[in-house]
């Protein structure tokens, strides 16, 4: 596997993004990647570039002269994606993204990492938005580095919802190695570049506070050569870099500054290092980002002082001694230097046994980020590839047309297509189930060797009317269809192969086509569940989801039924329901007896002092695995489903399903999980708890989702479509 990757960075110049270009490349390279890296800038300085020049799986890619603009840049890639087979193309930032999306070949293979998110979103611009919603438009994979920053992407940008992947920071291993601690006075560290926000002014004088509040002798190693300038203090990195050069002139202060250095200096700076400096402006509490020195301090067992955010106390625990606030001074820094140093003493502890003893804080902030080290980076990242990427050197491509009005049970067949280098993927999108570019169509069928119709509706009846000898017809029949006019105009002699998504309705498809018989498979519904597996947020074991409720039957009133139901036990417990409502469909809502029945279905919540607040409906988004954080069950009330695609994602998330007996659903979901009526809903609900039998029940739905996996079903697909 060969990776292509530009980091819209000058690798001259050491801060936070150069160091991240560098420790990819290392990350890919061990993990058995081969990786061509396209500089930005010419070398001036080994300091960092020299560390890659010895990896034999690394290949630099030089400009000559000047350094590449983001159109430059991309026009370089394309041209190393022409001359080599490269599997995936990894940049990083906005405006290099941007350019790259334009080009097609680039588009269809290109990873792309924007970390200048415009955030929060009130200080967004409708061109920052329309710029990551067109990188994550036509990109093939979007990259976060957090939780929160995938959350955000996806909310920011629908279009990357199903494509977002987690690239934390990468922590060198050799940090997980090394400490030296020596005697001698308190050895503090900052490393990183000169910023206002990273509070680097303050931070000179702490070696001094130190001794005069707490009496600490400490000494403050101060790596990194890069000054920022600041736009609304136009003279802060003059003053920076003048108070630092007359802090180390004076020697009483204490603070030696190293300059720019390269990785392996930083690491051993920081194994001999006792706590690392990660103080932060209020401004950057919300950040999107963990800070990788943070992380490499925690690898050398140094530890790190960090701004108390959640983020921070999701990674180093609630009773961690080594947050500060935003809003500190530089006397209260040293405090929490003193706090941190302090002896261990054995003192009550809540959650053990009195005179239990505090944790050995190097090692815990160790075990800590174990996570982000490179060897779990890279067996993640290769993971991701191997998903996405399939390598057959097939000489030739199959010519595949999809025909579809509506795409959205195809999402992970439609990806693992476009990450095949055996496929060639055309799309004949009709604007309706009726209504299509007949030019179009007539053009496309020319052109393929396989048709593949998703809905065996109008668009089956044209295309097995026009088919040319030699061309392969398959289409998913999704159950509706049976009921439509247009059967008659099917010529089914056309049709190769009919795919349907469950035992029970093959069997109810040849009952109503038995022309069919022999042509008809079963291939599930299917799933990424690796995009579902993200932690659950706030108070989701009491956090009912709904997804659709038009038709009607879909059945909202049981889900309101079971709500009641569980509200006599425990008041805690709510619905949210997420879909569009039914005035959104006019075919639906012009129908007096559908109508009635939804607005019967609304007074009630109205009227019930409990389900006016205990009921919410929110609208539909692409983000279903950003949604489903906060969901602990998963509700199925439907009287007919073919496959409910939103309860096997909801297990794939960890939510609990509660599905209704109806034809069919004990076969897909395990009749364990069926329910005959509200009662023996909450009755299941109200048995699980919310303590370890509702984890457990929560880790079993994501086990047996497992099942869904798109990789699980590829030789069924290959089959179906003659690949």
């Not at 496959?643 to 399903?657: I, N, R, T, Y």
Request: charged letters at 25%.
């Amino acid at each position: 596997m060969r990776i292509l990757l530009y980091g819209d960075v000058n690798l001259n110049i050491i801060d936070g993004s150069s160091v991240w270009l560098v420790s990819l490349a290392h990350t890919l390279a061990r993990a058995g990647i081969s990786v061509e890296v396209q500089l930005k800038a010419p070398i001036e300085k080994m300091t960092l570039v020299g560390s890659l020049t010895g990896e034999k799986a690394i290949t630099l890619h030089e400009p000559a002269g000047e350094q590449l603009s983001a159109q430059k840049a991309a026009a370089r890639l394309a041209e190393i994606v022409e001359s080599t087979p490269i599997d995936a193309v990894i940049v990083r930032g906005r405006q290099a993204c941007l350019a790259a999306v334009e080009n097609p070949h680039l588009a269809e293979k290109l990873w792309a990492y924007i970390t200048d998110l415009p955030h929060p979103l009130t200080k967004a611009t409708s061109v920052d938005i329309e710029q990551v919603r067109s990188v994550a438009l036509k990109a093939r994979r979007m990259f976060a580095q957090t939780e929160a920053a995938r959350g955000y992407l996806e909310a920011l940008a629908p279009e990357a919802a199903g494509k977002t992947l987690l690239l934390p920071p990468m922590v060198s291993d050799e940090f997980f190695t090394t400490s030296v601690r020596e005697p001698g006075p308190l050895r503090l560290i900052y490393s990183g570049k000169f910023a206002r926000a990273w509070r680097t002014l303050e931070l000179l004088s702490l070696p001094t506070v130190l001794k005069q509040r707490h009496g600490i002798d400490a000494t403050l190693d101060v790596l990194g050569s890069k000054f920022q300038h600041d736009r609304e203090h136009p003279g802060w990195a003059k003053q920076m870099e003048e108070e630092l050069k007359r802090a180390v002139a004076d020697s009483s202060s204490n603070v030696i500054w190293h300059g720019g250095v390269s990785r392996e200096e930083a690491m051993r700076f920081a194994a001999r290092a006792d706590i690392g400096i990660g103080w932060r402006t209020i401004d950057l509490d919300d950040s999107l980002e963990i800070s990788t020195k943070a992380l490499e301090y925690a690898a050398s067992g140094t530890l790190p002082i960090v701004n108390d955010t959640a983020d921070h106390r999701s990674l180093f625990g609630d009773n961690y001694p080594g947050y500060v606030t935003s809003n500190a001074t530089v006397e209260d820094l040293a405090d929490t230097v003193a706090a941190l140093c302090g002896p261990q003493q054995p003192k009550p502890s809540e959650n053990g046994p009195a005179g239990a003893v505090e944790p050995d804080w190097p090692k815990a902030v160790r075990d800590a980020v174990s996570y982000f080290s490179m060897a779990t980076a890279g067996e993640r990242l290769r993971g991701y590839l191997e998903r996405s990427v399939t390598i057959t050197g097939a000489a030739n491509k199959t010519k595949l047309l999809i025909v579809t009005h509506d795409p959205k049970f195809l999402g992970e067949v439609v990806d693992w297509l476009q990450g095949r280098d055996d496929v060639d993927l055309r799309f004949d999108t009709w604007k309706t189930l009726h209504d299509h570019d007949a030019t179009q169509s007539k053009e496309l069928l020319g052109w393929a060797d396989t048709v593949f119709c998703e809905w065996a509706g109008p668009n089956l009846a044209y295309y097995s009317q026009n088919k040319r000898p030699g061309t392969r017809l398959i289409t998913r029949l999704h159950g509706f269809e049976l009921r439509g006019p247009w059967l008659s105009k099917i010529n089914f002699d056309a049709i190769d192969e009919c795919v349907t998504v469950s035992d029970f309705y093959a069997e109810k498809i040849a009952q109503a086509l038995p022309d069919l018989r022999g042509r008809i498979h079963t291939i599930s519904n299917v799933i990424d569940p690796a995009d579902f597996n993200r932690p659950k947020l706030g108070d989701y074991a009491h956090t009912l989801g709904m997804v659709g409720i038009v038709g009607y039957g879909k059945r909202l009133d049981r889900a309101l039924d079971t709500l009641e139901e569980l509200h006599a036990h425990d008041p805690n417990y709510r619905l949210i329901v997420r879909g569009r409502m039914p005035w959104g469909y006019p075919w639906e809502w012009k129908d007096p007896l559908q109508r009635q029945l939804y607005l019967d279905t609304f007074e009630r919540i109205r009227r019930s002092p409990y389900l006016r607040n205990a009921v919410a409906f929110e609208p539909f988004g692409a983000d279903m695995a950003s949604w489903l954080r906060r969901i602990g069950i998963i509700l199925s009330p439907s009287t007919h489903e073919t496959f409910h695609l939103a309860c096997a994602e909801g297990m794939a998330s960890g939510a609990v399903p509660i599905v209704w007996e109806r034809p069919g659903s004990a076969d897909i979901f395990g009749s364990d999980v069926i329910v005959n009526d509200a009662h023996q809903a909450a009755k299941n609900i109200l048995a699980l708890g919310t303590g370890a039998k509702f984890t457990q029940a929560g880790r079993a739905a994501k086990e047996r989702a497992q099942q869904w996996d798109y990789l699980d079903h590829v030789a069924e697909w290959e089959s179906a479509l003659g690949l």
